[in-house]
């Protein structure tokens, strides 16, 4: 039996070893067949760049200080767009599973905010919030809100019946049952949750820089547009991509720790 343990281990290791090695080859050929498109002009390079001069960009950048407060900036409102949609929509899908009546009223407005192009919302939040850090926080909610409180919401109600049945049997209040049976077992699909919210708190948060900001990597993707500088539009998506990566992997760490530790429970 340790026998096949050991293979299905060793086999496993390899797999791994193979997929990161095949990732890396095609990222590394990429990378140098756009350098030597964009060296050679086979594509134009004004429109296109090519690595080195990306790479050029985000050092001289990250060097003279000038890019640290667009990422700090755009870093600073992806966490609270996150944080803030995650909670409140969980919040939202407890209320929607402890009052049945409030549920059925706002279904098909939930259905159509879902449904909803959340750029449109944009100006009012402007309007409404003046033309910085909460106007945009707001526009990342209205994007990660409601598909959290959907997905959530939605396995409140699939929790088994046997168990909900059990736990009143033995006279759970509401209260009780909701904190014993419906959270517990909705906690992988909470914590599963967080990783999608990421990506929708950077699209909330990139929008909204473009509608309204004057520090963030949206704003400098519009201004380089502006001014026709497309190194300075793909550089500033390669640092989009490294962060959002970073913080992806952050939440996906957490994720696993959480979730193995629900597991043991």
Do not use: C
């Amino acid at each position: 039996m340790n026998g096949l343990y050991d293979k299905h281990k060793r086999k496993s290791r390899s797999l791994s070893w193979a997929v990161g090695t095949t990732q890396l080859t095609l990222l590394v050929l990429f990378i140098g067949l756009w350098e030597a498109a964009g060296r050679n002009k086979w594509i134009d390079p004004l429109l296109f760049s090519y690595p080195s001069k990306l790479f050029d960009q985000i050092l001289r950048t990250a060097t003279d200080g000038t890019l640290w407060p667009h990422v700090g900036a755009t870093v600073t409102e992806t966490i609270a767009g996150f944080a803030l949609g995650t909670i409140l929509g969980t919040v939202i899908a407890a209320l929607l599973w402890w009052f049945p009546f409030l549920s059925r009223v706002l279904d098909p407005y939930l259905v159509v905010l879902n449904s909803m192009p959340k750029v449109a919302l944009g100006p009012i939040f402007i309007v409404g919030l003046g033309p910085g850090f909460m106007s945009i926080v707001a526009i990342t909610l209205s994007v990660t809100v409601i598909i959290t409180t959907i997905n959530i919401y939605n396995r409140f109600r699939e929790i088994d019946t046997g168990y909900i049945k059990v736990v009143r049997l033995f006279g759970a209040s509401r209260l009780q049952l909701f904190r014993l049976v419906i959270l517990p077992g909705s906690f992988p699909v909470i914590i599963a949750t967080l990783k999608v919210n990421v990506g929708l708190a950077w699209v909330g948060v990139i929008v909204g820089e473009f509608l309204v900001a004057r520090v963030g990597l949206g704003y400098q993707i519009i201004y380089g547009f502006q001014v026709f500088n497309f190194t300075l539009v793909l550089s500033s998506l390669v640092v989009i991509g490294i962060v959002a990566t970073m913080m992806y992997q952050l939440v996906a760490a957490l994720e696993k720790r959480l979730t193995e530790g629900w597991r043991e429970r």
